[in-house]
């Protein structure tokens, strides 16, 4: 399931409010997903995003050694300190990069990526019954 062409890939490099920071991106219609620092290049690059945004605490910047593996990549870039105090200032950096840098339109939306997500479930089960545990 491909939810968009603009996909974001927010890479956690131990950024306590990420999460926060992604729906706040998402809530501009911008598609993000959020990824530990150590996943694989490969792994990143399945999802075919137009964009990273690297985010850690402030005062606990990115290690240059995993920095460089992404930014070999050649894909548009941008790394924030995120606090809590900072967190809207930096998610508007976020969406001006996203839009600017990236050429995201933000025509993403939540009700799209669960439609997308039923056909595929029913696809793949068919006329097969199915045993759900559902949490959140």
């Known amino acids: ?44 690059m399945q999802e075919k995003p137009v964009g990273l945004i690297v985010c850690a605490d402030q005062g606990v910047p990115a290690r240059e050694s995993d920095l460089n593996r992404f930014k070999a990549l ?36 939540l009700e799209n990526f669960i439609d997308e997500a039923v056909a595929d479930i029913r696809a793949q089960v068919g006329d097969q019954q199915v045993v759900l545990g559902l949490s959140g």
């Open 1 to 44: 399931m491909k939810q968009t062409p603009e996909t974001i890939i927010l890479l956690n490099f131990v950024c306590e409010d990420i999460q926060k920071a992604a729906r706040l991106v998402r809530d501009h219609g911008i598609y993000t997903m959020v990824m530990p620092y150590t996943t694989p290049v490969e792994r990143v």
């Open 74 to 109: 050649g894909l548009p870039l941008l790394e924030l300190e995120i606090t809590k105090e900072n967190l809207s200032a930096q998610a508007e950096k976020a969406i001006a990069f996203c839009k600017e840098k990236c050429g995201c339109h933000g025509l993403w939306k």
